[in-house]
């Protein structure tokens, strides 16, 4: 089973709004990641948590609050969005690497990033 | 620098033909991971396969084949005989070994005509 379960699947909130997005996945993943993706563009990553510890932050704005009350559990926070923001958020899972950078583990372990359905964000 | 390039914006093609997703990438390193992803219109990204930089052997996957070509640092994705709901936006990616990062191509959108 690879699955990674995001709600809700659309979302719309005025600028003034606070709403959250939320990441579930019962893999045993100890990696979970953050990321915002345009109309025809590739995916850009924001954030990325390993064992439960924020490692990575692409210089989001602060406007966007990642939380990862625990292993198998990864939020969004959202307030005082822009309508540039506007995107479809994936959130993606995997096995960790060998350190909290993402290196790839001694042990073999393949870190393979399975996402899910994503939630499709309107800030009007 | 880490990049990756996937020069065919679009691809369309009638169901059962053949059709080959071009993938070329750039890096250094001596060791790495590519990747291919699916993304049909419902917005999920489908992984595909990872492929080590070591790997000697190009791999098929029922109507699926992926050819590895380092001395051309390409990583070329076939379908054979596509069917429709083989349409969708397909990615190429590259990671180092030394971190989280997927450096992700442009994208190719797949379509194929009944």
């Known amino acids: 089973d690879t699955e990674v379960t995001q709600t809700p699947k659309h979302l719309v909130m005025g600028m003034t709004n606070k709403k959250s997005l939320k990441c579930e996945q019962h893999?045993?993943?100890?990696?979970m990641y953050w990321y915002k993706q345009k109309a025809k563009k590739p995916p850009e990553l924001m954030f990325v948590?390993?064992?439960?510890?924020?490692?990575i932050n692409e210089s989001v704005p602060s406007r966007f609050s990642p939380e990862c009350p625990n292993s198998s559990l990864l939020n969004l926070h959202l307030h005082a969005l822009q309508p540039e923001d506007s995107a479809l958020y994936l959130c993606?899972?995997?096995?960790?690497?060998?350190?909290?950078?993402?290196?790839?583990?001694?042990?073999?372990?393949?870190?393979?990033?399975?996402f899910g359905a994503g939630t499709r964000l309107s800030v009007l | 620098a880490q990049k990756v390039t996937q020069a065919q914006t679009e691809i369309s093609v009638v169901e059962k033909e053949d059709v080959t997703l071009d993938c070329v990438y750039e890096?250094?390193?001596?060791?790495?991971?590519l990747f291919w992803y699916k993304q049909p219109p419902s917005g999920e990204l489908v992984f595909l396969i990872r492929?080590?930089?070591?790997d000697e052997q190009n791999e098929i996957s029922g109507r699926y084949s992926w050819n590895f070509q380092k001395s051309t640092s390409s990583f070329n994705f076939t379908i054979t005989a596509s069917q429709v709901v083989d349409s969708a936006v397909y990615f190429c990616?590259?990671?180092?070994?030394?971190?989280?990062?997927?450096?992700w191509g442009a994208g190719t959108k797949l379509i194929i005509k009944p």
């Open positions: 893999m045993g993943h100890r990696a």
């Open positions: 993606a899972s995997s096995l960790p690497g060998g350190d909290p950078r993402g290196r790839e583990s001694p042990t073999g372990a393949k870190n393979i990033q399975y």
């Open positions: 890096t250094r390193d001596t060791t790495y991971y």
């Open positions: 492929r080590n930089s070591f």
């Open positions: 948590y390993s064992y439960e510890k924020l490692s």
């Open positions: 990616a590259l990671k180092r070994h030394s971190n989280y990062q997927l450096i």
